[in-house]
């Protein structure tokens, strides 16, 4: 692979953050982008360059097939000053198995890696200090062929653009009221549930704006071929605290296999709790609500790292939790997991990777 050209945005001078930074509205100056074609030997023409706008032809396959994969991780200011990332390494790794599952390109995840790194290091001063706040990093590939007939295209851009970000929970880290539905599925097994493919938030959508409309943040969603089983949650993987263990759904294919998962789960194990990976029925989510054996509910995800859960409703069950404070394990796994991120608590694991 060629050397990363580097063109800096001479237009910037200053860097101005707003008050409150609403998700993903605002982007740095830079962004780094890449080309594929396979007449010229894959990937080349790395660069960062100023945050522009694309040009793509109205007949890129992309606008028509959906080729499209992306990832998100966050970079953080820690205490002290230092830039760093968490689990990078892994999102590469993801990134690249979603590419085989829709037939795109992959790349080397240790160029790219680099690449990230050195794009974080010229927009740094765009990280937002404040506590919980973040720079957001959107790696994304989409095929670019003007070509209509529906196959792999042989065209692709890898681009990665930076969004400083503010707190999940601009009041705090407040639980949230979810939906379980059977009305609609997200993904089957054997489908692309398991890869970050743009197409498979199109089709949730229509489930989240019915659950906004009867005030529930996310939906829950069923498997979908029993519709009986949960799975997860909006953007985030699903945990069930029980008296005698933590579960969360087995990856069975139509999951997203999350790094915030994977991460509390090895704290938990750490912690002493036992973790069961397995099928989960909503019936015993119910039945053992009713029991008292279920005491909390959480979900796991970059965004929010772990958002509790103060509500869950399906069909004419309600379950109930605090609305006011996250159930003791989830408040516990954000402090841990945040003050790994953020610094404050030594990094015992090696999640921690320095941008410089
Ligand atoms: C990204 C994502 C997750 C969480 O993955 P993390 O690596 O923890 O951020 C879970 N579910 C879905 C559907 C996602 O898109």
Redesign the pocket.
């Known amino acids: 692979m060629q050397d990363i050209i580097i063109e800096i945005n001479e237009e910037v001078k200053k860097v101005e953050l707003p008050e409150n930074l609403v998700f993903g509205r605002m982007f740095t100056p830079h962004m780094f982008e890449m080309d594929y074609d396979e007449a010229l030997g894959g990937w080349h023409n790395p660069r960062i360059k100023k945050f522009e706008d694309l040009k793509l032809s109205p007949a890129a396959m992309v606008l028509h097939y959906g080729q499209a994969i992306f990832e998100?991780l966050k970079a953080y200011k820690q205490v002290d000053g230092k830039v760093v990332l968490f689990r990078p390494e892994e999102n590469m790794k993801r990134m690249n198995a979603s590419a085989r599952r829709l037939c795109m390109p992959e790349f080397d995840e240790g160029f790219v890696l680099e690449a990230m790194k050195k794009l974080i290091a010229i927009d740094k001063d765009w990280i937002p200090t404040k506590p919980g706040h973040a720079l957001y990093v959107r790696p994304l590939m989409i095929a670019t062929d003007p070509v209509l007939g529906v196959r792999p295209a042989d065209n692709y851009k890898f681009l990665i653009i930076l969004s400083p970000v503010g707190p999940y929970y601009p009041e705090g880290f407040k639980p949230v009221p979810i939906m379980a539905t059977d009305k609609y599925v997200r993904a089957v097994r054997k489908g692309m549930g398991a890869s970050?493919a743009a197409g498979?938030y199109a089709g949730s959508l229509l489930a989240q704006r019915e659950a906004i409309a009867e005030g529930y943040t996310q939906v829950l969603w069923l498997d979908a071929i029993e519709l009986k089983y949960i799975e997860?949650v909006g953007?985030?993987?699903i945990f069930v605290r029980f008296e005698d263990e933590v579960a969360t759904p087995a990856l069975e294919g139509s999951i997203?296999p999350?790094?915030?998962?994977k991460s509390v789960i090895t704290v938990l194990k750490d912690w002493g709790y036992k973790v069961a990976e397995r099928k989960i029925a909503m019936q015993e989510v119910i039945d053992r609500y009713n029991d008292k054996s279920l005491l909390e509910v959480f979900g796991?995800?970059?965004a929010a790292v772990i958002a509790a859960v103060s509500k869950l409703k399906y069909h004419d069950t309600v379950l109930e939790f605090s609305k006011e404070e996250p159930g003791e394990l989830a408040g516990k796994l954000y402090e841990e997991i945040t003050g790994i991120q953020y610094g404050r608590i030594p990094d015992r694991y090696g999640w921690i990777t320095p941008v410089e």
Do not use: P, S
């Open positions: 998100g970050k498979n997860e953007t985030m993987n997203l999350g790094i915030t998962r796991a995800g970059t």
